[in-house]
Structures are given as C-alpha cells and as structure tokens.
C-alpha cells in the first residue's frame, strides 16, 4: 500500500470506536423536525491517554482522553470564525426564560466557548482489507474497544434576563454524544458521525441528526490530525495538516511492534463542521451539529 493510500486511510480512521447514546425518545412515529444547528466553528482537540506522551495510536488504549476548545486564530487571537454559529429554541414557557414560542425563529446565537471533554478505549487502527491490517492485529480491539463518550458544552455570547433571578445570564447548551463512525453513508474518510442528545440549555431534549431521520443532513464533524507550523492552511491557528502522524493506523503490524502501542501516535487534531468550517483540511465535506426533536 503506498504511503499517501496509508496516510489516508489512516486519518479516515481517527474515530473507529463505534457506539451511541441511549435517549428517552417521543414516541415512534413522530414527526421529525430540525430543533437547531452549530456549524462553522473550528476546535482544537488533544488527545491523550494514561501513558504519557501517548494519543490515539493503531492499537486500542484504555482511557483515551480527547479534550478541546474552540481554536484561535493566531493573528488576531481571537476564536476562529467568531465561533461558527448555532440557532435553536428553548421550552416556552420556562419560568427561567419564558419569552420564547415554538413558533418564534430559532434564537440565533455564537460561542463564547465550546468545551469537548470525551473518554473512551480507543484506536485508529484500520484494516486495508476485510481482515487484514492494524485492526485485525490488535487482540485488544475485540475485548477492549469501547466509544468515545462524553459531553460537549457550550457557552454562547447572547444574553437573557431571567426574571426569577433578575440577573442577565448567557444562553448555554450541553450535550451528551458518542461516536459512532467514520466515513460511513458516503461522508469523506475524516468525516466522523455521532448520536447522542442536548442535556440542558438551548435545544434542550433534541436529539443530534442522524443518516436514519436526516439522510445526507445528518449531522458529521471532519477531523484531521495536524502539528504546529505557523502555517495559514488550518484556518490560520497555526497547526496544518500532518499525515504523518497517521501514517501507522493502517499500514498493518510492524516487526517489533508488541502490545497496544504501535508505530501511530496521534496527539492532537483541529475539527469542524458546517458553514464557514465545512470543508476540511483534506478536502472532505461535514454538516456540522444538527439537532432535532421527534423519532422517524
């Protein structure tokens, strides 16, 4: 397999860990409506796990950490892209916040800041072909993968005055998501594809978009491995582009190579999805967060 085929193959394997959230859901049946989105931001994720110096490797790692913020850009220092933008809605009637209807516009909104605190037993371990290659090699896959999981929280510029309070406060929004795939339903090899639901804040109770209820409007976030170069290519925060760390997730086991850790190692990656960060550093093409109330 030529190098520029493993290094491909490798970075459309950042988020091989499948899995989904479970969610209370209204009943079957219902009628699908878009509750909001979050699209165009652009984040800074690092990946680590209980060795140090040691991310995202060809070999599943318990306790694979991925901990991000919002990037910035590193000429103005200011979040790249303002912090994308998200619309959405919150529960008329909430004493808290009760001047909003369901037939109102979607409450538009940009981030302050976008918080991603994931865990899981991950690798980017993949096969060149069904059986063979880094996936196949590692004993641990079997027995030990388990997805990325965790929460995404967001802090939004826009205020609202709570009148049980009197006190001006931010909107927010948390939401609960794992991975479930990458570059599955004809999205681009670095494009991943979660489940998962809005716990609190704006959009609260809506579901992310799925391939099931949305089709090719699901939602999907790209994700790229890059190192630090002061480069302008990856929206100018400085870190561009580096396939080279990726180049192990599928070039199979190599002599030598023992254990969970193999000769891959990626340490951090730059995301994005949607609006003015829909293309990614590979050329691929994600929706971004797409939030909906109501099940197929």
């Known amino acids: 397999m030529k190098l520029k085929g493993k290094m491909l ?16 859901a209204p009943a079957a049946h219902a009628v699908v409506t878009q509750a909001g989105t979050c699209v165009g931001a652009v984040s800074f994720v690092k990946l680590s ?24 850009d590193q000429t103005t220092k200011q979040v790249v892209n303002g912090g994308g933008n998200c619309t959405g809605h919150v529960r008329p009637g909430d004493p808290h916040n009760p001047g909003h209807l369901n037939t109102d ?32 090699q ?8 388990y997805p ?14 709570d009148p049980v309070t009197n006190s001006t406060k931010p909107y927010k929004m948390q ?7 990458i570059a599955a339903n004809g999205d681009g090899p670095d494009v991943i594809s979660a489940a998962g639901i ?20 699901h939602a999907s976030i790209w994700e790229d491995p890059v190192s630090k170069t002061g480069g302008a290519s990856g929206f100018n925060t400085g870190y561009e582009l580096d396939l080279g760390a990726a180049a192990g997730c599928a070039d199979g086991l190599q002599p030598g190579e023992t254990g969970t850790v193999g000769n891959a190692n990626i340490l951090q990656v730059l995301t994005g999805g949607g609006g003015a960060s829909a293309t990614s550093l590979l ?14």
């Open 9 to 24: 193959a490798g970075a459309s394997a950042l988020a091989m860990a499948s899995g989904i959230i479970g969610a209370a």
């Open 105 to 136: 516009a979607p409450i538009a909104l940009t981030a302050k800041s976008q918080a991603t605190a994931l865990l899981g037993n991950a690798s980017c371990g993949q096969d060149t072909s069904p059986g063979v290659g880094d996936q196949s």
């Open 138 to 145: 590692d004993a641990n896959y079997t027995t030990h993968n």
């Open 198 to 217: 809005v716990l609190s804040g704006v959009n609260a109770g809506a579901t992310l978009a799925t391939f099931a209820t949305a089709g090719a409007a």
């Open 49 to 72: 796990s209980p060795t140090k110096g040691v991310g995202l490797t060809d070999r599943v790692v318990d306790g694979v950490k991925a901990a991000g913020s919002l990037a910035k």
């Open 148 to 161: 990325l999981t965790g929460k995404v929280t967001w802090t939004f510029n826009q205020t609202y005055l």
């Open 175 to 181: 939401a609960d998501l794992s991975i479930t795939g």
């Open 283 to 296: 050329g691929s093409t994600a929706n971004g967060f797409i939030f909906e109330f109501g099940q197929a």
